[in-house]
């Protein structure tokens, strides 16, 4: 079950009640995982860009097709960064989901720009496109897209959109790595994208994200706004001579031992993925008939997308029913969550942000009636049939 906010997150269990047979979430050990943090450790280069961040970042290249790979402490610091590359001041406009997690519009926010939400499309619960327009004024800067449970935005007219505006792309892509839109990889539309490696994600260090940057003109800047503002970078390379205060920035390098751990995930990312779209296809299966009878969405992806199966949802048809199922799988040891709130109700939201032209109706609808099943690698055949027989003995009463 999910905190009262906006939060995806999972709180332990304080309740006195037992762990429940099926947890929503549970954390997959890579095959060299703590032989890599026991390496890292002993090396002793404990603190940012390592050698395992520079593996760790090799490997995203290649996955994302990226041309430069920045880890950071979390996804919530790269966005953050690319805030900060954006030189984005206050009064400035960003355009974004209200159906999304807080961290996309507190990194603006923290500038000072005003997050200006956008409703999402009723199938993919993505950003929706035919509403982008509406939202630009003469103070907007950029939109940030977030490809909801790594199934993409309808990027093309995204794209038609902010290129004819001059507007900057950033893609929150902390549910999207190993997804792609026509055969692109998500993460690589963007001017720049945000990963994250929070323990709840497909591939995880506990906290942990990146930055993806893709375009060439913010690449020695990005570099020096994640290194305290210093051109470190450029002195380890032997290109100037001392290093010095030249921007502004914060410390957004994660800890070599954090990308140990991070790098033995990103190896196993074949593995995880098949475990993953196993457990995905086989509720989308097995539950398609009882959604149909009960009234009960399940997801919609497009035909030319490829999503990482980071979250297997179904709609239920309204906030009773939706809190009656959940009920109903606490009962059989099932511990299914939902989110997210919406942010343009959230009391910082309306502090901080605006609602876009047409408001957000299906925002609305949604959250009150989405639900997340338990989704992991390690959940095995008999976990899932516990979840699907779990499901199929609730009758959703309307
Ligand atoms: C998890 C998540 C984040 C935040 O990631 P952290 O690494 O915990 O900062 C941001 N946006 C979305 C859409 C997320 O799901």
């Not at 009064?91 to 974004?96: H, K, L, W």
């Not at 470190?232 to 001392?242: A, E, I, K, M």
């Not at 205060?245 to 790098?263: E, H, K, R």
């Not at 009960?294 to 809190?323: C, F, I, K």
Request: negative net charge.
């Amino acid at each position: 079950m999910t905190a009262g906010g906006a939060s995806s997150r999972v709180l332990p269990s304080n309740s006195g009640r037992p762990a429940p047979a099926v947890p929503f979430n549970r954390t997959y050990v890579s095959a060299d995982e703590i032989d890599y943090l026991a390496e890292a450790v002993r090396l002793g280069s404990t603190s940012g860009d390592g050698p395992f961040t520079r593996r760790a970042a090799a490997l995203l290249r290649e996955m994302t097709g990226a041309r430069q790979v920045l880890l950071t402490t979390s996804c919530t610091h790269a966005l953050e960064m690319s805030a900060l590359l954006l030189d984005l001041r206050p009064g400035d406009e960003v355009i974004m989901p209200s159906f999304t997690f807080v961290s996309t519009a507190n990194a603006y926010a923290l500038r000072g720009a005003v997050p200006v939400f956008v409703d999402c499309r009723p199938d993919t619960l993505n950003l929706d496109e035919t509403m982008l327009e509406a939202a630009i004024t003469d103070r907007t800067r950029a939109v940030v897209v977030v490809h909801y449970a790594g199934v993409g935005c309808e990027m093309d007219p995204i794209l038609a959109v902010t290129e004819r505006h001059g507007l900057a792309l950033v893609e929150d892509n902390a549910h999207g790595l190993g997804g792609s839109y026509r055969g692109r990889p998500l993460g690589s539309f963007g001017r720049m994208a945000a990963q994250s490696f929070h323990e709840t994600k497909n591939v995880q260090c506990g906290e942990g994200g990146a930055l993806l940057v893709n375009d060439a003109e913010l690449a020695v800047r990005a570099e020096i706004v994640r290194e305290k503002g210093t051109d470190r970078g450029r002195f380890f390379r032997g290109q100037v001579d001392r290093y010095r205060w030249v921007d502004i920035g914060s410390s957004y390098l994660p800890s070599d031992v954090l990308a140990a751990q991070l790098t033995s995930q990103l190896e196993s990312f074949g593995k995880i993925q098949a475990m993953r779209q196993e457990v995905w296809r086989r509720y989308h299966t097995e539950l398609a008939g009882w959604a149909a009878a009960n009234g009960v969405r399940r997801p919609t992806v497009p035909d030319d997308r490829e999503h990482p199966a980071h979250l297997y949802h179904l709609l239920l048809p309204d906030l009773d029913s939706r809190q009656a199922f959940i009920a109903h799988l606490a009962g059989r040891g099932v511990q299914a969550a939902f989110h997210y709130q919406p942010l343009h109700t959230a009391p910082a939201g309306v502090r901080y942000g605006r609602v876009a032209p047409g408001g957000c109706p299906v925002t609305e609808d949604v959250a009150d009636r989405l639900v997340r099943l338990p989704l992991f690698a390690d959940l095995d055949d008999a976990g899932v049939t516990r979840v699907v027989e779990a499901v199929l003995g609730h009758e959703v009463r309307r």
